[in-house]
């Protein structure tokens, strides 16, 4: 009969990393379509891309991002909800988050 042989002990670490919001970079900004759309996005992974402007004049901020093309002139309501923290948007025109113009912004807007 052989003998049973044993591997040594080995010890493995597991670090879990919750993913990122899928449109956290600029490049994969998720498209809306349209002329109503929603989507439903956890930023809490959310980060701040190099090159990225400061959103309503806001430094810290961190960002997740939508590409919207208007089908039509008309106006363009934008909602958070179910934000913990305060909120700030920014929207911009462009195609690069280091070249952008700053069409509008809003940090602290008062409820209605």
């Known amino acids: ?43 809490t992974n959310a980060t701040k891309e190099f090159g990225e402007p400061n959103h309503a004049g806001d430094p810290g ?5 939508w590409l919207f093309h208007a089908p039509s002139d008309g106006v363009l309501f934008l909602t958070t909800s179910n934000s913990t923290f305060d909120t700030v948007m920014g929207l911009y025109q462009g195609t690069r988050v280091t070249n952008l113009t700053t069409i509008a912004s809003n940090d602290d807007a008062l409820m209605v």
Request: charged share 10%.
């Open 61 to 65: 901020g961190k960002s997740v991002w």
């Open 1 to 43: 009969m052989q003998p049973v042989i044993f591997s040594s002990t080995a010890t493995v670490q597991v670090d879990y990393l919750p993913l990122d919001p899928p449109n956290d970079l600029f490049a994969n900004a998720i498209k809306l379509t349209g002329l109503s759309d929603t989507s439903i996005v956890n930023n």
